[in-house]
C-alpha cells in the first residue's frame, strides 16, 4: 500500500504543482488578479506550492526504498515525471483548450516505457 501512497501524494502534488506554475496564466482573466504586479503573482504562486510541497516531501519520504518504500530514487523521480505530465494535458486541456496531437500522445508512450524500462531488474 506505501506504493500507492506514494503515488496518490505526487498526484495531488502535481495538481497544486500544475496550478502554481501555469495557473496565474488562466488566472489574469480576473481582474483583481490582472492587477497584481509580477511579485504579487510569484507571491500566489509560492502560496500555491506550499501545498505541492505537503505532499510532495511525504510522497518522496513514504516511497523511497531507503526510508522502507518499494522505489528507488531514479523509479520515484520517473513516476513524478509521468504524473506530472498526465496532471499537466488534462490541465491544459480544460483550461486553455489546448488539443492533444499524435505527437504528444507517442511521447507520453515513450514516458510510459520509460516507467516500465526503469523497473525492470
Same mark, same amino acid.
Do not use: D
Given at each position: 500500500?506505501?506504493?500507492? /501512497?506514494? #503515488?496518490?501524494?505526487? #498526484?495531488?502534488?502535481?495538481? @497544486?504543482? =500544475?496550478?502554481?506554475? /501555469?495557473?496565474?496564466?488562466?488566472?489574469? &482573466?480576473?481582474?483583481? @488578479?490582472?492587477?497584481?504586479?509580477? #511579485?504579487?503573482? +510569484?507571491? $500566489?504562486?509560492?502560496?500555491?506550492? !506550499? @501545498? &505541492?510541497?505537503?505532499?510532495?516531501?511525504?510522497?518522496?519520504?513514504?516511497? !523511497?526504498?531507503?526510508?522502507?518504500?518499494?522505489?528507488?530514487? +531514479?523509479?520515484?523521480?520517473? +513516476?513524478?515525471?509521468? #504524473? =506530472?505530465? =498526465?496532471?499537466?494535458?488534462? !490541465?491544459?486541456? !480544460?483550461? @486553455?483548450? &489546448?488539443?492533444?496531437?499524435?505527437?504528444? +500522445?507517442?511521447? $507520453?508512450?515513450?514516458?510510459?516505457?520509460?516507467? /516500465?524500462?526503469?523497473?525492470?531488474?
Amino acid at each position: 500500500m506505501t506504493g500507492v /501512497y506514494t #503515488i496518490l501524494l505526487l #498526484i495531488a502534488s502535481n495538481v @497544486f504543482m =500544475t496550478f502554481a506554475w /501555469y495557473g496565474h496564466l488562466k488566472m489574469k &482573466e480576473f481582474s483583481w @488578479f490582472a492587477s497584481l504586479p509580477l #511579485i504579487g503573482v +510569484i507571491l $500566489f504562486s509560492w502560496g500555491i506550492a !506550499f @501545498f &505541492e510541497y505537503c505532499f510532495q516531501v511525504p510522497a518522496n519520504r513514504i516511497g !523511497f526504498q531507503q526510508n522502507g518504500g518499494p522505489f528507488s530514487l +531514479i523509479q520515484l523521480k520517473i +513516476i513524478q515525471e509521468v #504524473i =506530472t505530465l =498526465t496532471v499537466f494535458v488534462v !490541465f491544459s486541456s !480544460f483550461a @486553455f483548450g &489546448e488539443a492533444v496531437k499524435w505527437n504528444h +500522445i507517442v511521447a $507520453f508512450c515513450f514516458m510510459v516505457a520509460a516507467v /516500465y524500462l526503469v523497473f525492470l531488474k
